[in-house]
């Protein structure tokens, strides 16, 4: 364990008074005052072997360490995306806006319009919008307002978000990056198309949060089905499934028949009784519920890593865990009494709407 430069320093100033044979009584400033600089430079030699030592194995690194990994095995990190959305904007017959005109929400971030629009007779359309911040605190929800940063006598100065299209993401975090470098590492039968394959092949492209396998896809014995989401259980668009598809295409084995679809997402509602029921307790249970089902839910009939049939169930032991261990909760009771598993073929378990009540 690594010394603080207080215990460092204390030591060398025994150590000297020792030698000397000074009480601690007396003070020697001069002295004092070399062995402070001197210990400041011994901790610092500590603290750069300590992050060399730690950055030596891939499971301890972080930052521009983790980094270097994932470059070495060439496994890119995610960067950060931006929000696309559809808004509504109304006003006079033959209105116009241009690209670019720029738009803001309640909690100040930016928006432009993505192209030219005129208002037509029935005084109202749509036009695209793209975050000119990137990260998920820019994340809209459908029917938010947003405010023309430039009047015009000729438009609302009012939108509203009518469609989500894209849902930014944050950069790639180190868990998660490095996660996917060890993936790289521990796959069986390395690059040959085994599951853990196609599990990271789907994961590498941008907006992918969770993938699984499926073979044996429609009876088909070559045929592998690739199941994906994104962060927080969202579908994939037509387009980011095909984009996914000739990822893996491009990597997997020329005699495997690829699919890339969908899971069937079955929601899991419940009602909890909750001592304390504030919002706050309530935020915390929903968080800690969302984690466990991303975390534990699987699609029902993929295989894991190790070949097992997945059945996609979620143990009520831990349902009632991540209600019991959120912040603020004190005593619960869950509607829940057993485990929950999806019905449907490729059924994903994902919380539904959950009703508080006191308890």
């Known amino acids: 364990m690594r010394p603080t430069l207080r215990e460092i320093r204390d030591r060398m100033l025994g150590s000297l008074r020792a030698s000397l044979g000074i009480s601690s009584a007396v003070r020697v400033s001069l002295l004092e005052s070399i062995l402070t600089a001197v210990a400041g430079v011994l901790y610092l030699i500590y603290v750069y072997a300590d992050n060399l030592l730690r950055n030596v194995f891939i499971q301890n690194s972080t930052g521009n360490e983790l980094g270097s990994w994932g470059e070495t ?65 820019t994340n809209l929800a459908v029917g938010t ?16 978000l009518s469609k989500v299209l894209n849902l930014a993401e944050d950069s790639e975090s180190d868990l998660t990056y490095r996660e996917r470098i060890t993936d790289f590492f521990s796959r069986r039968n390395f690059q040959a198309g085994a599951v853990v394959d196609y599990i990271a092949w789907a994961k590498e492209v941008p907006g992918v949060g969770q993938a699984w396998v499926a073979i ?57 009784q909750a001592k304390e029921n504030t919002a706050t307790t309530q935020s915390e249970i929903t968080n800690n519920l969302n984690n466990l089902f991303t975390a534990r839910a699987t699609p029902k009939g993929t295989i894991s890593p190790n070949y097992e049939i997945q059945n996609g169930e979620v143990l009520i032991s831990q349902i009632r865990e991540a209600v019991s261990t959120a912040l603020g909760e004190q005593d619960n009771i869950i509607s829940l009494t057993e485990n929950v598993r999806p019905q449907a073929q490729y059924g994903l378990l994902k919380l539904g709407e959950i009703t508080f009540g006191d308890l």
Not at 91 to 104: D, K, M
Not at 111 to 125: F, N, R
Not at 145 to 160: K, R
């Open 145 to 160: 307002t947003l405010n023309f940063s430039a009047s015009n006598p000729q438009i609302n100065n009012v939108a509203h």
């Open 73 to 137: 095995v060439g496994v890119a990190r995610r960067s950060s995306t931006f929000f696309e959305g559809e808004i509504t904007i109304t006003g006079g017959q033959g209105g116009q806006l241009l690209l670019g005109s720029q738009l803001r929400s309640s909690a100040g971030h930016v928006y432009e319009i993505l192209s030219s629009v005129t208002i037509p007779p029935s005084g109202e359309t749509t036009v695209n919008i793209r975050g000119l911040q990137d990260g998920t605190e």
């Open 216 to 272: 044996n896809y429609q009876g088909i014995s070559n045929a592998i089905a690739v199941l994906c989401v994104k962060a927080g259980g969202v579908l994939l668009t037509a387009e980011e499934k095909e984009e996914v598809l000739a990822y893996i295409r491009r990597r997997s084995p020329v005699t495997a028949n690829v699919f890339v679809i969908d899971p069937i997402l079955e929601t899991v509602a419940m009602t909890i």
